[in-house]
């Protein structure tokens, strides 16, 4: 099983460029995240997908838009760059509940991105 | 929605000596509360989780409290080692949204010093 599996590892943009991150899951999970990871700011989500055809916003959704392209897939996309969007990105998976509460995430390698 | 604080931010004690980091939570529906590790250039990875039907729960040099009526839980690391030295954060979930979305802590950065 190779988890979560995010591609790319790095990127840089300039302003204004749009770039897609891909990110899937081997593990049979319901639920899919979007995660970004600032300095002091810990993790905060920026989109979600609790199943399959259904996404929604979370904390920190403008400038982004996701699709669950299936199960397995989702994809965060960024359609015009700005230098405040520099960040580490995380995708994460679960799976549904134990005794009516939530169960671990398990988080990609992490994308670093640089908008310059 | 649910609002997650942690403190401290960084944290630096000597080897052997115990850590103790604190997390307080909003959402009094909130019933999951894990907390994961995070190594320099690493993914998070949950190291200890708790559910809101218990108090306490320990793995070996770790443990987690929960107190729900103050809302706050907490990392208790003993014997602190060099390999304990990274950023932890904490998380909570609501169970009834059936998302399993984590709405996560500041992040603590724990020093170990040898």
């Known amino acids: 099983n190779a988890g979560v599996t995010q591609t790319p590892k790095f990127q840089v943009l300039k302003t204004g460029q749009s770039m897609t991150l891909q990110c899937a899951q081997d593990?049979?999970?319901?639920?899919m995240y979007w995660y970004r990871q600032d300095p002091g700011m810990g993790l905060r989500l920026i989109y979600y997908?609790?199943?399959?055809?259904?996404?929604d916003k979370g904390e920190v959704p403008n400038g982004y838009n996701v699709s669950r392209l299936n199960k397995r897939e989702f994809s965060l996309r960024l359609e015009s760059a700005a230098p405040s969007q520099t960040s580490v990105y995380f995708c994460?998976?679960?799976?549904?509940?134990?005794?009516?509460?939530?169960?671990?995430?398990?988080f990609g390698q992490g994308t670093r991105l640089t908008v310059v | 929605g649910e609002n997650v604080e942690q403190h401290p931010s960084t944290l630096s004690v000597q080897e052997g000596d115990s850590a103790v980091i604190k997390c307080t939570y909003s959402d009094s529906a909130s019933n999951y509360f894990p907390w994961y590790k995070q190594e320099l250039g690493k993914r998070p990875q949950l190291i200890i989780d708790i559910r809101s039907n218990v108090g306490e729960k320990k793995d070996q040099r770790i443990a987690v409290t929960l107190n729900k009526t103050a809302k706050h839980f907490s990392l208790h690391i003993t014997e602190t080692q060099p390999e304990d030295s990274a950023v932890y954060f904490c998380a909570a979930s609501k169970g009834s949204s059936n998302t399993g979305k984590l709405i996560f802590g500041q992040g603590t950065t724990l020093q170990v010093k040898p």
């Open positions: 997908s609790a199943s399959e055809g259904t996404t």
């Open positions: 593990m049979n999970h319901n639920s």
């Open positions: 994460a998976s679960s799976e549904a509940q134990i005794q009516g509460s939530n169960t671990e995430a398990f």
